[in-house]
């Protein structure tokens, strides 16, 4: 094959780096969401010591590792909170036994 005007050339292909991910929620009902998020995940993280949840688009993900921290603080032991694949994350009870507790799908305990 001949010259194709640098077509076949290999060059090195970094990301830009972007302004913070903006969610369109508000502050309140970014709170809301969290504090829901964490109630319902919680449950499933209490009945079975993990959950998985969809999480389409980076703020999405950015969102359930926040809820990650809230579901901590609620069972007082780490969460784990991974992406499985592309579309949605997994969260793991880390160093407990199954079973946490009610605790984990409490309502209302957190403001964060």
């Given at each position: 094959m001949g010259d194709m005007g640098g077509v076949g050339d290999v060059r090195e292909v970094r990301e830009v780096p972007q302004e913070a991910a903006r969610t369109p929620l508000t502050a309140e009902e970014e709170l809301r969401s969290r504090s829901?998020?964490?109630?319902?995940?919680?449950?499933?993280?209490?009945?079975?010591?993990?959950?998985?949840?969809?999480?389409?688009?980076?703020?999405?993900?950015?969102?359930?590792?926040?809820?990650?921290?809230?579901?901590?603080?609620?069972?007082?032991?780490?969460?784990?909170?991974?992406?499985?694949?592309i579309v949605s994350m997994r969260f793991t009870v880390v160093g407990a036994a199954h079973g946490v507790g009610p605790a984990a799908g409490a309502a209302g305990q957190l403001t964060d």
């Amino acid at each position: 094959m001949g010259d194709m005007g640098g077509v076949g050339d290999v060059r090195e292909v970094r990301e830009v780096p972007q302004e913070a991910a903006r969610t369109p929620l508000t502050a309140e009902e970014e709170l809301r969401s969290r504090s829901v998020f964490a109630t319902e995940i919680g449950a499933q993280l209490a009945r079975q010591g993990w959950a998985v949840f969809p999480a389409h688009t980076p703020e999405e993900r950015i969102r359930l590792f926040a809820v990650a921290r809230i579901i901590e603080q609620r069972l007082g032991c780490r969460v784990e909170a991974v992406p499985q694949d592309i579309v949605s994350m997994r969260f793991t009870v880390v160093g407990a036994a199954h079973g946490v507790g009610p605790a984990a799908g409490a309502a209302g305990q957190l403001t964060d």
